[in-house]
């Protein structure tokens, strides 16, 4: 589709009221390529008018970003992080503010900033903005100051945002200029820049609060080039901090951060096998004649890509196989090619037959028990890409390059799977998924329930929330969704208020069986409110539903209950699109329905009352 066509087409749904199909429709149009420089006007001008429409839409929702800018302008920057989040189906609103204003537009409580009330705020900054000449400080002393008044002032910026406005803040990390005045001396010199810029990086990560995530525009700079990414034409004509041509490269950097602040990261990898984790087809070529290690420039490609994705199974990405195979002939390349990084036991979903891939992936996502928009979807087929674009919008689909050695380079650069933290659980996830294919083989072959869980030897370790836990907690908070009573999503400064708060009761359940340490799988939040326990938000990893991880933990809570004279708890249920899974939680619990929405219920306290049956043990 031409753009003059999409014109037409987003024209005649906003006449006929459907903002949310003219939003699939622009969606669908940048699935097929970036904006370009050309273009990036004309699709900046549709989705604001489909956002304008959409605000008299009241199921859809946007998105109030503020972005502020120091010695540069952000006009480009909000219209291609504009453009990159509506192909995300997101819809946002633009707070601009004004050149080199941002501590004008913190600091000053009546300005247009805080009129706005953003959602989420943007600092952009870089090298620019570093008060130091470009042949850095004279001396040490200088260039630790220097270091010392900007991170001053950061903290300052960032406290206040919070204090009046409590919403995440995304801040810049500083790239690099694209010269060296003293060449390898700058190394030896403290006080040169480049020194100042390293320096300064450093301690706004140690600096940042768990409010603030920072957007390294260093990292992406150095991948571009230093001399690429710098562009003092586009700097003196538009203010902008780096050149025109790589906004998307930019946006796409912004819009992985941003994925993962409104709790919509992707998490899984399935993966095609033939040319894709070797080169050539197995079913013909046979496991000793597809190409992967060393010997051919093709097969050491294909080596990388496998060893690529390894890597990201270990920083925990869930992976899964979907390929036009036999499972028998395809399996032989993981156990008898030495040169093979990966394993089977790598994959916690292998689905290897001749039916639709699309298919397949339902049936992946049903396996694992997550949503498909998790899910990111890569071949080198061009057929299979488009086949599951058009059946699965939901899913990110990856159509390889031609080439096998720009594989791992072309995956990476999407920032599909970009996290802010990694936890003990990330790392254990894979871990975790095997086990549970490994319990629902035994499910399948034990002679009822209960001698299937009695047989998991589950044993849960409760304690307090505390800051050793606050990264997992996060991240449950953003990323469930399915046992969810609330979907009440606390941040980490939230997080932080509430444990100080001496009412408040934040338990953190980890759980171990004999299959797998499946690490922190639950939190449960309860205000003692004069003689109530009133349950405010209840999250469970979707890798231990019906476990009897419920009545264990509501036995606890019963536990305190009875410890502090609390004479009976109440739960919430709000239903959202995601969270059925948990609409007859309370029921099944033993709780009692208050009103008739089936909102509010209650459980009565008596000194005879029994622990409800769980298979966990303490």
């Known amino acids: 589709m031409k753009l003059s066509e999409l014109t037409s087409t987003v024209s005649k749904h906003l006449a006929k009221q459907a903002p949310d199909v003219a939003l699939s429709e622009i969606r669908e149009f940048l699935r097929q390529s970036d904006p370009t420089l050309a273009s990036l006007s004309r699709l900046n001008e549709l989705v604001v008018r489909v956002t304008e429409k959409a605000k008299t839409a009241s199921e859809m929702n946007i998105r109030r970003i503020a972005v502020l800018s120091g010695n540069q302008t952000s006009v480009f920057l909000i219209q291609s992080i504009r453009c990159h989040l509506a192909r995300e189906g997101i ?18 409580p009546t300005s247009q900033f805080y009129t706005f009330k953003p959602d989420q705020v943007l600092i952009a900054l870089s090298w620019r903005d570093i008060n130091a000449p470009l042949a850095g400080k004279d001396s040490d002393e200088e260039a630790a100051q220097t270091v010392y008044d900007h991170v001053k002032t950061f903290r300052a910026l960032w406290r206040r945002i919070h204090d009046h406005l409590g919403v995440p803040v995304i801040q810049h990390l500083f790239d690099h200029p694209p010269f060296a005045l003293l060449g390898t001396a700058e190394r030896n ?23 603030v995530s920072l957007l390294d525009i260093d990292f992406l700079s150095a991948q571009i080039g230093l001399r690429n990414w710098n562009s003092e034409k586009d700097y003196v004509t538009t203010k902008l901090p780096f050149a025109l041509r790589y906004l998307n490269d930019y946006a796409q950097l912004f819009t992985a951060m941003y994925r993962e602040l409104i709790a919509k990261q992707r998490k899984c990898l399935v993966l095609d096998l033939d040319n894709t984790l070797w080169g050539g087809v197995v079913g013909d070529d046979g496991y000793e004649g597809v190409e992967i290690g060393p010997g051919s420039p093709k097969g050491e490609a294909h080596l990388a890509f496998c060893e690529y994705v390894k890597a990201l199974k270990t920083r925990g990405i869930i992976l899964a196989i979907n ?7 395809a399996s032989r390349v993981f156990k008898y090619r030495e040169e093979m990084p990966l394993q089977l036991e790598d994959f916690s979903a292998i689905v290897c037959n001749w039916q639709d891939k699309p298919g397949n992936i339902r049936l992946i996502a049903k396996e694992l028990n997550i949503g498909l928009n998790s899910i990111v979807f890569v071949d080198d087929n061009p057929s299979e ?17 031609d080439e096998p050695s720009k594989f791992a380079n072309h995956l990476d650069q999407l920032r599909l799977f ?65 046992f969810n009573v609330t979907t009440r999503r606390y941040r980490s400064d939230q997080i ?33 409110e004069e003689d109530t326990l009133r349950i405010d938000s209840w999250l469970m990893s979707c ?7 419920e009545q264990y933990s509501l036995n606890r809570l019963l536990g305190i209950a009875q410890s502090t004279g609390v004479r009976k708890i109440i739960g919430e249920y709000v239903e959202t699109e995601r969270n059925m899974p948990v609409e007859n939680l309370y029921p099944k619990l033993g709780f009692q329905p208050q009103g008739s929405d089936k909102r509010w219920w209650e459980f009565e306290i008596s000194e005879s009352m029994k ?4 298979f966990v043990q303490k």
């Open 496 to 528: 932080e208020e509430i444990l100080r708060q001496a009412n408040a009761y934040w338990l953190v359940f980890k759980l171990i069986d004999r299959y797998a340490d499946h690490g922190v799988v639950s939190t449960l939040l309860a205000f003692q």
């Open 385 to 401: 890409c488009e086949f599951v674009r058009h059946e699965l919008p939901e899913v990110f689909t990856v159509e390889l390059p």
């Open 91 to 108: 819809l946002a609103e633009f707070f601009e503010g004004g050149y080199n204003g941002i501590s004008l537009e913190v600091f000053d």
């Open 418 to 482: 970009d996290t802010q933290k990694l936890t003990a659980s990330d790392k254990n996830r894979t871990a975790s998924y095997q086990a549970l294919n490994r319990a629902k083989e035994d499910m399948e072959n034990a002679g009822n329930l209960e001698d299937f869980l009695s047989s998991l030897e589950m044993k849960s370790f409760v304690t307090q929330a505390g800051p050793e836990h606050l990264d997992r907690m996060v991240q449950m908070e953003l990323r469930t969704n399915q």
């Open 611 to 614: 622990p409800l049956e769980t």
């Open 323 to 329: 390929s036009k195979n036999e499972v028998e002939v």
């Open 189 to 211: 010199f403290p006080g040169s820049l480049r020194n100042i810029i390293d320096h300064l990086n450093q301690e706004v990560v140690k600096s940042a609060p768990a409010y």
């Open 543 to 549: 890798r231990v539903f019906s476990r009897t991880l």
